[in-house]
């Protein structure tokens, strides 16, 4: 951010006794308030009264002083001084609530595409405060935001508005022009900012932004021109965006009714692209962190995804994107696929869970369930890592839901407590050895191995926790239960019986 702009946008509210010192163009990348204790950070625009003004002994990048005397004099380091009559939690709201308009807008600019077009323009009302709209040729409305909605709610322009604007033959003959160039309109003692759209060569539309107050004409049209490079890459890059692996929204819409549990859908608008309900498929649930600005870049998250993932349908459902994977279309692509995801995820500091894969017929919301359920999994037992399959950890799935509606410690073996409670008593190691014993597959040899005692030592402890809970470890069903109980105390944190 400049201080220009700092500027610019105090005096649109209100705040007009400010006076800049701007040598160099002055950036800064963050602001703060001033902390006499503190580490002074570089690239940082400091918020600070006059008195803690006084005292600053050091140089830094930018000063904001909101009860700098008016007739004070302006000092070398650069910054805004300021004769406000605000409190001082009121302007310092103020600047936050700016600066986080403007870091909003700066995002939205830099991943633009695939964005809606009025999204855009409506994430720069804020920030340029003027009308704006995408035209065309024959005057219809491309995107507009909510102020120039408020002037016209049609889809364009009629025959009235054309005779009271009176320019269209003077529209026209810009449209060879490149460069952002003012139209003055007569009629309203007006003057337009406009920049045109081209696609494929030829003009597509134009941008306008009505300049309300020639006061603020300058540091405007250095926004709206930034704008306009985004806008003009969005119109670019939307040609091939919509080639053979673009989603129609009755596909999308088919797709999303089938993840609701709804099987009453046409299958003509699944054949139109290659897709069948007697395909296999597979679901991914792909989660942002918590900080992600998820409404300015839904658009971008989902072209990304789409152009990664061409024979996928990408869904935003809440909080999180789901990608439906017809694998009969990218079979003996898994190492791909894998490698590709896990770079995506890495890029955007985001988590994805998988499902298995499964017929068409089948119910596409159960298995999106299970995708989240991988995720959840996932991340409370693998925190570190990013990618999870649901089959990776469909036994812990079910460990924790065969305990329903008893608890770990009611489910379990009550063998495995007369153990606990005889090692308390006794000082013993019998729970452990239980424990070993079951993962070598009851090999006595190789448990006395791995518990460093001898073989005559293990049989004893053996035929010891055979006579305290009559348990029969040649029963295959009794190995199994104890096996199971073991792992559930353990994945429930209870590995000790209270």
């Known amino acids: 951010m400049h201080l220009s702009y700092l500027q610019y946008q105090l005096c649109f509210h209100g705040i007009r006794k400010v006076r800049m010192r701007n040598a160099g163009n002055c950036r800064f990348t963050s602001w703060r308030m001033y902390d006499p204790q503190a580490r002074l950070e570089p690239e940082t625009l400091y918020l600070m009264t006059a008195r803690q003004f006084q005292s600053l002994n050091q140089p830094v990048t930018a000063v904001c002083i909101p009860d700098y005397p008016a007739d004070g004099d302006l000092p070398p380091q650069n910054g805004l001084y300021i004769n406000s009559c605000l409190s001082s939690p009121a302007f310092y709201n103020l600047i936050q609530e700016l600066y986080s308009e403007y870091e909003r807008w700066n995002f939205a600019l830099s991943f633009a595409e695939g964005m809606e077009l009025s999204r855009l323009l409506e994430l720069s009302t804020p920030i340029l405060h003027m009308p704006l709209t995408i035209i065309d040729s024959q005057f219809h409305f491309v995107a507009k935001n909510s102020l120039y909605s408020q002037k016209f709610s049609g889809d364009g322009l009629e025959l009235a508005d054309l005779e009271e604007i009176i320019w269209t033959e003077d529209f026209k003959k810009c449209m060879d022009q490149k460069d952002v160039f003012h139209f003055y309109l007569q009629n309203e003692q007006k003057t337009l900012l406009c920049y045109n759209l081209f696609r494929d060569g030829q003009f597509f539309a134009r941008i306008l932004g009505s300049i309300e107050e020639e006061s603020y004409r300058d540091p405007q049209e250095i926004l709206f021109s930034r704008m306009a490079v985004a806008l003009k890459t969005m119109i670019e890059s939307e040609p091939s965006s919509r080639g053979l692996h673009m989603k129609s929204r009755e596909f999308q819409a088919t797709v999303r009714c089938l993840l609701e549990g709804n099987r009453d859908v046409d299958p003509q608008v699944l054949l139109q692209h290659q897709w069948s309900l007697e395909d296999t498929y597979a679901l991914s649930v792909i989660r ?211």
């Open 288 to 498: 942002c962190y918590d900080r992600f600005p998820l409404e300015e870049a839904e658009k971008y998250f989902s072209s990304s995804l789409q152009s990664l993932f061409p024979h996928s349908c990408v869904l935003r459902l809440d909080q999180d994107f789901v990608c439906v994977w017809n694998l009969a279309l990218i079979s003996g692509e898994d190492y791909v696929f894998q490698e590709k995801m896990a770079v995506f995820l890495r890029e955007h500091v985001a988590k994805a869970g998988d499902s298995n894969s499964f017929c068409g017929r089948e119910d596409f919301s159960l298995y999106l369930n299970q995708t989240r359920e991988a995720l959840r999994l996932g991340d409370k037992y693998a925190p570190h890592f990013w990618h999870y399959r649901f089959e990776d950890y469909a036994y812990i799935y079910l460990l924790e839901h065969c305990a329903a509606p008893f608890g770990p410690l009611q489910v379990c073996s009550p063998a495995l407590r007369i153990l606990q409670n005889y090692d308390t008593e006794k000082d013993g190691d019998l729970y452990r050895t239980l424990q070993v014993h079951l993962r070598t597959g009851c090999n006595v040899t190789q448990s006395a191995e791995l518990l460093n005692i001898h073989r005559t030592s293990m049989m004893k402890r053996l035929n010891r926790i055979k006579k305290l809970t009559g348990i029969r470890l040649e029963n295959a069903d009794t190995r199994l239960y104890l096996m199971l109980s073991y792992k559930i105390l353990e994945l429930s944190g209870s590995g000790i019986f209270t």
